[in-house]
């Protein structure tokens, strides 16, 4: 992401004037960074983004890495909890004439060669994002049992169990006689 007039992030990195070379930088997400993002389904966070940036003459290269923890609510039983996330992502920016900041799929921005700075809001945020997993659950513990609310789980298999359909539809008993 591009700097804008009146928008203000502490997660940038200025480039412009930087000899070729490497440069690493550390930034620390937490929950102020998620409340700029009211879809996010991260509610809480400590995470740290180390990244890495390659200038060359005509391209940057920022390696991010990032490890943390993040707050998830629970797709079973909807409490909150803890989850650890860490992930790696490569982003390609070259120059032109005008700015995309839609990285394409080889992780690729163009951006205009009057730029100075470069934001990394949404790259960091599309990154965490795309670390978590499908399904959000209470992970188990040592013994394999769920750490899901108690409660809940059994709110649960006493509203489903009551739902099995013992009988059978008369119209597809008809269809079963054809496989003898």
Not at 21 to 48: C, L, M, T, V
Not at 61 to 85: A, N, W
Not at 97 to 122: H, P
């Amino acid at each position: 992401m591009l700097v804008l007039p009146g928008i203000m992030s502490k997660f940038k990195i200025r480039f412009r004037g930087l000899k070729e070379g490497k440069y690493n930088y550390k930034f620390e997400i937490n929950d102020s960074f998620f409340e700029n993002y009211p879809e996010s389904e991260i509610s809480k966070a400590n995470i740290q983004a180390y990244i890495n940036l390659s200038v060359t003459k005509d391209l940057l290269t920022l390696t991010f890495k990032f490890k943390g923890t993040v707050r998830l609510r629970c797709d079973r039983c909807l409490d909150f909890f803890e989850y650890g996330i860490k992930g790696n992502s490569i982003l390609y920016v070259d120059f032109g004439e005008k700015n995309s900041d839609l990285s394409d799929a080889d992780n690729k921005i163009t951006i205009s060669n009057t730029s100075e700075e470069i934001i990394l809001d949404k790259h960091l945020y599309d990154y965490i994002h795309l670390n978590l997993p499908y399904q959000r659950v209470h992970p188990d513990d040592k013994n394999g049992n769920s750490t899901c609310n108690r409660e809940m789980l059994n709110k649960i298999e006493e509203y489903s169990a009551g739902n099995e359909q013992k009988t059978t539809d008369p119209r597809w008993d008809k269809l079963k006689s054809l496989y003898n």
